[in-house]
């Protein structure tokens, strides 16, 4: 005769008010939804103060349609950019109140960074970018949304 042991699960939780069977804490997987980083440059405010951390967040589907209704990116598509961007990012620095006259100021370098940055956390899910070492050929993954180094 074989001997094992018996393993009997634990029953599964069941939300009060409908009897439905809920999903234990521990199996729930967290969706992110924010996202920080660190722009290359900085936004200068009119005082000088130079803002480079800050957070956008994912996209709605609202984001990606209202902005198509504003008259400034109907004469011009590549306005289109600037007003999406400023309804994703949440946070500059202090400053969080982003507007488009923001964006329009960023240095072009930080427009490009939130740009990729965007579409990376909104296509892939993730601020993290696989790049190869030219030195050594030593393939690794660095995040691209601008952590400092040994951050977590």
Do not use: W
């Amino acid at each position: 005769m074989r001997r094992g042991t018996l393993i009997i699960p634990e029953p599964a939780a069941r939300d009060a008010s409908t009897g439905s069977p809920v999903e234990a804490p521990a199996q729930r997987e967290k969706l992110v939804t924010e996202f920080s980083f660190l722009l290359p440059r900085g936004y200068v405010d009119g005082s000088g103060t130079v803002h480079r951390d800050g957070v956008m967040r994912l996209a709605t589907a609202r984001d990606e349609l209202v902005p198509l209704r504003d008259d400034r990116v109907r004469e011009n598509p590549a306005y289109l950019t600037v007003v999406l961007l400023s309804r994703v990012i949440e946070r500059i620095g202090t400053m969080d109140d982003i507007h488009p006259g923001i964006v329009e100021n960023l240095f072009a370098t930080d427009l490009a960074f939130l740009q990729d940055l965007y579409r990376r956390v909104n296509t892939e899910g993730h601020t993290r970018a696989t790049v190869t070492c030219p030195s050594c050929d030593h393939h690794f993954a660095v995040d691209v949304s601008g952590g400092r180094l040994g951050e977590s």
